[in-house]
């Protein structure tokens, strides 16, 4: 399975953006997908993830600002509103079938303030 996550970029402190992440290749069944960052110096963290049933499940320091949702065709987003300089990361989603773990190529998002 392989992962490619577009969307990233520069803006403002306040603006938005939306981070998407298609997956193709050998599908049979993806389960959860999930948006992870790394910023400089830091750990990679979860900041939402997604269920094949539609549940969700976002990190605390997101949660009423950022929107995680999913098409038919095993895409997700990631809508992210009123950004602050504290998201500026590398963006990754990560997809789970069959038992193991397919990570993308990270998408850099930048916040200025």
């Known amino acids: 399975v392989q992962l490619q996550a577009s969307g990233g970029g520069l803006v403002q402190a306040g603006g938005s953006l939306r981070l998407s992440c298609a997956a193709s290749g050998r599908i049979f069944r993806i389960n959860d997908m999930a948006w992870y960052r790394q910023a400089p110096g830091k750990e990679r963290e979860l900041v939402a993830a997604?269920?094949?049933?539609?549940?969700t499940n976002y990190a605390d320091s997101v949660k009423g600002r950022f929107t995680i949702s999913r098409d038919n065709h095993n895409t997700i987003y990631l809508r992210m509103n009123g950004l602050k300089p504290e998201d500026t990361a590398i963006y990754h989603c990560?997809?789970?079938?069959?038992?193991?773990?397919?990570w993308g190529q990270g998408t850099q998002v930048t916040v200025s303030s």
């Open positions: 990560n997809a789970h079938q069959s038992g193991a773990t397919y």
């Open positions: 997604i269920s094949n049933g539609g549940s």
